[in-house]
């Protein structure tokens, strides 16, 4: 049973556009919650991470917004730029002693 | 030193062949962990080490045997591994022992298993 889903497994979007990536859970017992950004052949990368007392964290171009009640979590990146081309992964958390939970990735391609 | 670094890049093994890979950071963090990735998968976490102590091993087969020799060194020692076992071999590290940190990935090391 997939606990973080991240359903759409691409998006294209046009450069300076708005890109909206999104992830659903089911465990309410998430408190916790990153965004990694991955290039091919390389690590992911920590984007950005949001706890459950807050509903948006934001840092430069990137804002991530939690809805508790709808256990949805969604990664603004405004403006988009070629460079944001990558695959995103959402990752969740219960408590210190409990791993990431990571969900399947989506891969964002930014046209020019 | 902000990076996690793994050797080698690329590894080519043979079934019947013993391999390691390495990895190390400099950043002082007290835990460090081997993710397995298959491609357009997430990772999946093999080893965690905390505080060079093991403290999570998940159901790996025994062909793969982790080694902490200090708190800035992980090894996987690789035996007789199968096709299966081809994939992006990640290392990482996190600052405390909590499970749920922000971690710090290597580049990996891209494996094939003929």
């Known amino acids: 049973d997939q606990q973080v889903k991240q359903n759409s497994p691409s998006l294209s979007v046009q450069e300076g556009r708005i890109s909206i990536l999104n992830c659903d859970y089911t465990?309410?017992?998430?408190?916790?919650f990153l965004w990694y950004k991955k290039y091919p052949a390389e690590g992911p990368t920590f984007l950005i991470s949001?706890?459950?007392i807050k509903d948006k964290n934001e840092d430069g171009r990137f804002t991530v917004f939690l809805n508790k009640s709808a256990k949805h979590l969604s990664l603004h990146i405004v403006p988009s730029q070629p460079g944001d081309s990558a695959v995103y992964f959402c990752?969740?958390?219960?408590?210190?002693?409990?791993?990431?939970?990571w969900g399947a990735g989506t891969k964002l391609i930014i046209k020019p | 030193d902000t990076e996690v670094t793994q050797t080698p890049k690329h590894l080519v093994m043979g079934m019947t062949n013993k391999k390691s890979l390495k990895c190390e950071q400099h950043?002082?963090?007290?835990?460090m962990y081997w993710y397995k990735q298959k491609a357009k998968k997430p990772p999946e976490l093999m080893f965690v080490?905390?505080?060079?102590?093991?403290?999570i091993n998940e159901s790996v087969p025994s062909r793969f045997s982790p080694e902490c020799p200090n708190s800035s060194l992980l090894n996987l020692h690789l035996h007789a591994l199968q096709p299966e076992d081809s994939a992006l071999y990640l290392c990482?590290?996190?600052?405390?022992?909590?499970?749920?940190?922000?971690?710090?990935f290597g580049s990996g090391t891209q494996l094939s298993v003929l």
């Open positions: 990752a969740a958390s219960a408590n210190s002693n409990y791993q990431l939970i």
């Open positions: 080490y905390s505080y060079e102590k093991l403290s």
């Open positions: 949001i706890s459950s």
């Open positions: 950043m002082g963090h007290r835990a």
């Open positions: 465990n309410s017992m998430f408190d916790y």
């Open positions: 990482a590290s996190s600052p405390g022992g909590a499970l749920n940190e922000k971690l710090f």
